[in-house]
T-cell receptor, first 115, second 115 residues
Framework: DAGVTQSPTHLIKTRGQQVTLRCSPKSGHDTVSWYQQALGQGPQFIFQYYEEEERQRGNFPDRFSGHQFPNYSSELNVNALLLGDSALYLC??????????????FGPGTRLLVL | KNQVEQSPQSLIILEGKNCTLQCNYTVSPFSNLRWYKQDTGRGPVSLTIMTFSENTKSNGRYTATLDADTKQSSLHITASQLSDSASYICVVAEPSGAGSYQLTFGKGTKLSVIP
């Protein structure tokens, strides 16, 4: 079991560009959540996908959008990049949304640098 | 605004010593509280999950306690090892409707274990 995988590992973009980050959940998991973690901060919730739909969303602008595919993998898209979007983007997968005790498994993250 | 505050911000201890990390939260309502370990440049890994009815939970040398009345939690690490050097993040889950929940992360305590 490869666990949660993310690609790419690192990315450098310039302001105004668009970026797509990818995540494959742990085998058997059907729910994917995305987080943004700035340096020295805890992760901030962006949104969560279940059954190919956005089920929850944190306090992020519409520039942040996502998608979940039938195989449960997911993409995070960020348009019109700002310098402040530079962060580690974490994907977490879990099984059975609504199970209060279920553990989220995190991927290694994608480090995005916006110049 | 629901918050999760952790202390200390950073901590240096000698290998073999014990330490205790603190977490205070204002999240309400409350589903469960989690402690994660995050190595530098990697995704967080779950250590413990406790519901409001649980006072303590152990995972090897890690023991978490919870006082839901005072909204405080602690993570005690026994006989520290060099590999314990990491950030320890306190996370509180609150129900968000439709059988789901949202996670609020603390900023973490950066622990350094030195020989």
């Amino acid at each position: 079991d490869a666990g949660v995988t993310q690609s790419p590992t690192h990315l450098i973009k310039t302001r105004g560009q668009q970026v797509t980050l990818r995540c494959s959940p742990k085998s058997g998991h059907d729910t994917v959540s995305w987080y943004q973690q700035a340096l020295g901060q805890g992760p901030q919730f962006i949104f969560q996908y279940y059954e190919e739909e956005e089920r929850q969303r944190g306090n992020f602008p519409d520039r942040f959008s996502g998608h979940q595919f039938p195989n449960y993998s997911s993409e995070l898209n960020v348009n019109a990049l700002l310098l402040g979007d530079s962060a580690l983007y974490l994907c977490a997968s879990s099984l059975a949304i609504g199970q209060v005790q279920e553990t989220q498994y995190f991927g290694p993250g994608t480090r995005l640098l916006v110049l | 605004k629901n918050q999760v505050e952790q202390s200390p911000q950073s901590l240096i201890i000698l290998e073999g010593k014990n330490c205790t990390l603190q977490c205070n939260y204002t999240v309400s309502p409350f589903s469960n509280l989690r402690w994660y370990k995050q190595d530098t440049g990697r995704g967080p890994v779950s250590l413990t999950i406790m519901t409001f009815s649980e006072n303590t939970k152990s995972n090897g040398r890690y023991t978490a306690t919870l006082d839901a009345d005072t909204k405080q939690s602690s993570l005690h690490i026994t006989a520290s090892q060099l590999s314990d050097s990491a950030s320890y993040i306190c996370v509180v889950a609150e129900p968000s409707g439709a059988g789901s929940y949202q996670l609020t992360f603390g900023k973490g305590t950066k622990l350094s274990v030195i020989p």
